[in-house]
Every structure is written in structure tokens, then in C-alpha cells.
């Protein structure tokens, strides 16, 4: 956790609220993804819970270039983060000060920590607001063509393979049992071996959709069934986020 010397905003004291701030998925213009609401709230905060403090403080600047970052107070919230130390970080919204909490892209506490700190503020009666942002998981299901209806995320999917192909037939019978769209991330370097698993494992009707790169420069969202992937070039998702889909 880093602390420095706080600023006084009495408009934010006495009505506590916890803020989910979205951040852009890359190198992405503010403007184009971000409404100018989330600025005129990032401008009244002095405490951030944020996934990795020095990303944080470029994301603030960019949003908000007025900001003064030395005066803020920042609470290290990840995946490592001890669940001791999270109950401390909710001592400012006791307090009557409004806290944003900050992820390295998208929506915190989607795919991303921040469910635990926004639980906890549940349990204390503190008020909660999420802020509008772009979310890649809603996006690219968006922009499948896939039922919206019935879907389900299912984050990281087994890294060896024969635990990832049983992983992916059970997800495609979802599918075709439940007319249920399935979606789930990989780790970057890891994509192509995704992608090939998938048209290796799937029926040839099943239609695949990659969501990559979502908001940036060379954005990429493709839907085809297995059958035309392999008729046609791979494509080349090595090392850049994205987001697989399947359907019946």
C-alpha cells in the first residue's frame, strides 16, 4: 500500500461510495471508450484500490491530466493481495471518503480483482457504483452473432492439453444441451494453441468466434464454423488479448 499526504474534498465526506472505474482495454483514446462522467468522479477522489499502482497512475493522468498524483492514496488490490489487508482498505469509506477501484483493463472485478473489496463494502452498507467502460467479455458477445440470452464465461480454461480438449467438449455439449454461448480467455502466448485445439476437438457446425484486440488499432472479431476455419488462414493472435466463443 502507498499513502501519501490526502486532499481535502468535502463534497465526497459523509456519503461514502465505492466506484467501480472502468479503464481502456489498450492504448486506446479516453474519449472514444470512456463517458466524460467517469472524469468529473475521478476528479473528486483521493483513494484508489488498483491492481498495479504504476499503470494506475498513468490511466489517472491520461483520464484526468489536472490531477495531482502525489496527493492521492493507493491500496495494492491483485490476485495476491492478502484478504487481511483488504479489510483495512475499506477504513476510508467508514470514514465518510469515497474510494475507486482501478483494474489493469476493462471493468474491475469482471475477470479482474475487485469483488472481494466490493463485497466487503456490501457487508459494511456502503454504497456502490459501477461506472460505464467497456467490458471485452460483453463485447465480444456483442459482436458473435451468438444467443445473448443464455451465456456463460468461463475465465482461464486447463493450460495442458488433454485437460483443455475435455475442458472443450464439455463447454461445446453445453451448447448444443442448452443452446448456452461459451466464452473464455487464454493467456496471450497461449491463443494459437487455443485456437487449435478448437477446430481440432469441435463438431464442424460449431461455430467459433475470436474477439481480439477489442477497441484498439487492428481489432479483430471473426465468427465462422469449424468447417470454414479450416478452410481458411488462421489467424494471427500470438501474443495480443482476446476472447474465444463457442456456439451451437
Not at 473489496?117 to 456483442?142: D, E, F
Not at 445473448?148 to 461445446?172: D, S, T, V
Not at 465462422?224 to 481458411?232: C, D, I, R, Y
Request: hydrophobic fraction near 35%.
Amino acid at each position: 500500500m502507498e499513502k501519501t499526504e490526502k486532499r481535502e474534498k468535502t463534497e465526497i465526506k459523509g456519503n461514502a461510495t465505492l466506484y467501480l472505474i472502468p479503464v481502456t482495454l489498450g492504448e486506446t483514446p479516453i474519449e472514444k471508450v470512456l463517458p466524460s462522467y467517469n472524469k468529473s468522479i475521478i476528479s473528486r477522489l483521493t483513494h484508489f484500490a488498483v491492481e498495479n499502482i504504476r499503470s494506475a497512475r498513468r490511466f489517472l493522468k491520461k483520464t484526468y491530466p489536472e490531477i495531482d498524483i502525489d496527493s492521492l492514496t493507493f491500496y495494492e488490490l491483485s490476485e495476491h493481495t492478502d484478504e487481511k489487508d483488504i479489510a483495512d482498505y475499506i477504513a476510508p469509506l467508514k470514514k465518510g471518503e469515497s474510494m475507486g477501484i482501478i483494474s489493469e483493463a476493462g471493468c474491475p472485478a469482471i475477470a479482474d480483482p475487485g469483488s472481494s473489496l466490493v463485497r466487503l463494502a456490501h457487508k459494511n452498507g456502503i454504497n456502490v457504483v459501477p461506472l460505464s467502460g467497456p467490458s471485452s467479455i460483453i463485447m465480444a458477445l456483442m459482436s458473435s452473432g451468438f444467443s445473448g440470452q443464455n451465456f456463460a464465461f468461463n475465465g482461464y480454461l486447463p493450460a495442458k492439453q488433454q485437460e483443455r480438449e475435455a475442458k472443450i467438449r464439455q463447454l461445446e455439449s453445453r451448447c448444443y444441451k442448452e443452446n448456452q454461448t461459451q466464452l473464455f480467455i487464454e493467456a496471450p502466448y497461449r491463443n494459437e494453441q487455443m485456437f487449435e485445439s478448437l477446430i481440432k476437438i469441435c463438431r464442424p457446425e460449431t461455430s467459433i468466434c475470436i474477439a481480439a484486440n477489442l477497441t484498439c488499432e487492428n481489432e479483430l472479431i471473426l465468427t465462422k464454423t469449424v468447417a470454414q476455419w479450416k478452410k481458411n488462414e488462421k489467424p494471427t493472435l500470438h501474443k495480443i488479448p482476446a476472447l474465444f466463443l463457442i456456439s451451437k
